[in-house]
T-cell receptor
């Protein structure tokens, strides 16, 4: 079983749609969780951290379920500029961040 | 530009040759990471340093791969006797408190 698993998609949605991405992780000792965004042919960049209580940043909402070892990212009111690959990232204290394969989102007009 | 810089951006080499990549992290960042990424995959962890100490190495990092960060500033990643399977984007990232800041990567093509 891979450490971090994501549905690779692609997710093709119209502008204005709500889309949700899921991610599961295998190591129950994982402590920190993130979503990174990677545009085509660019380097990954931090989108948001994921906190136990869930957190929101504008149109983006991240949730963590430690019991199920599951992380989600919800994007509301999708924009064309949201088209990218979304990477789920997990780590334990003092170890390197482990990336999932990424989920590709394509938003069309 | 005070971001993470990597050199060279592109490298084409023949199988069996050695290649070296350099990464200059953001100056105050004490942690430096190397990842490898191939098409359709997320970045795969290779190794990381805290200051000059190499704290963790992935099992992906075969004996042909070696990384150094001699003075706790820039780092080099050397691949000896390259194979076609080494073709990938090699990403360097630095951090000080959690968030990784990536460079634009060094793309390796092994013919």
């Amino acid at each position: 079983r891979k450490e971090v698993e994501q549905d690779p998609g692609p997710f093709n949605v119209p502008e204005g749609a709500t889309v949700a991405f899921n991610c599961t992780y295998s190591n129950s000792a994982s402590q920190s969780f993130f979503w990174y965004r990677q545009d085509c042919r660019k380097e990954p960049k931090l989108l948001m951290s994921v906190y136990s209580s869930g957190n929101e940043d504008g149109r983006f909402t991240a949730q963590l379920n430690r019991a199920s070892q599951y992380i989600s990212l919800l994007i509301r009111d999708s924009k064309l500029s949201d088209s990218a690959t979304y990477l789920c990232v997990v780590n334990q204290a003092g170890t390197a961040l482990i990336f999932g394969k990424g989920t590709t989102l394509s938003v069309s007009s | 530009d005070t971001g993470v810089s990597q050199d060279p951006r592109h490298k084409i080499t023949k199988r069996g040759q050695n290649v070296t990549f350099r990464c200059d992290p953001i100056s105050e960042h004490n942690r430096l990471y190397w990842y490898r990424q191939t098409l359709g995959q997320g970045p795969e962890f290779l190794t990381y340093f805290q200051n000059e100490a190499q704290l963790e190495k992935s099992r992906l990092l075969s004996d042909r791969f070696s990384a150094e960060r001699p003075k706790g500033s820039f780092s080099t990643l050397e691949i000896q006797r390259t194979e076609q399977g080494d073709s990938a984007m090699y990403l360097c990232a630095s951090s000080i408190r959690g968030e990784l800041f990536f460079g634009e990567g060094s793309r390796l093509t092994v013919l």
